[in-house]
Nanobody
Framework: QVQLAESGGGSVQAGGSLRLSCAVF????????MGWFRQAPGKEREAVVIISNGGRLMYADSVKGRFTLSEDNAKNTLYLQMNSLKPEDTAMYYC???????????????????WGQGTQVTVSS
């Protein structure tokens, strides 16, 4: 059974940085799609960044230039470096993956079958 394990959340002041990690367990090959989503209280879950196994990256406009996705294939781990954090970045951050091929890309939460438990990011002003 595939599992995703997130870590790295925490509390920082505005302008600070955090790095989230997502390790994939229980599968012999990489997902077709992986990414990070976030959900703030009272809001819908939204995509932050998605990567396909072909290397195509898509960032939400709200994080472009501040967040950077990277991966360590040897460790089956995805990282999200978050710089210049803002109070509006406060949310529960979730790692997601999907092993089904698709035409085009995936962006909506409903298009991802496997989820981590989430890690809280809190940015104070």
């Amino acid at each position: 059974q595939v599992q995703l394990a997130e870590s790295g959340g925490g509390s920082v002041q505005a302008g600070g940085s955090l790095r989230l990690s997502c390790a994939v367990f229980g599968h012999s090959y990489s997902p077709y799609y992986m990414g990070w989503f976030r959900q703030a209280p009272g809001k819908e879950r939204e995509a932050v960044v998605i990567i396909s196994n072909g290397g195509r990256l898509m960032y939400a406009d709200s994080v472009k230039g501040r967040f950077t996705l990277s991966e360590d294939n040897a460790k089956n781990t995805l990282y999200l470096q978050m710089n210049s954090l803002k109070p509006e970045d406060t949310a529960m951050y979730y790692c997601a993956a999907d092993f089904r091929p698709a035409i085009g890309t995936r962006w909506l939460p409903t298009e991802f079958a496997i989820w981590g438990q989430g890690t809280q990011v809190t940015v104070s002003s």
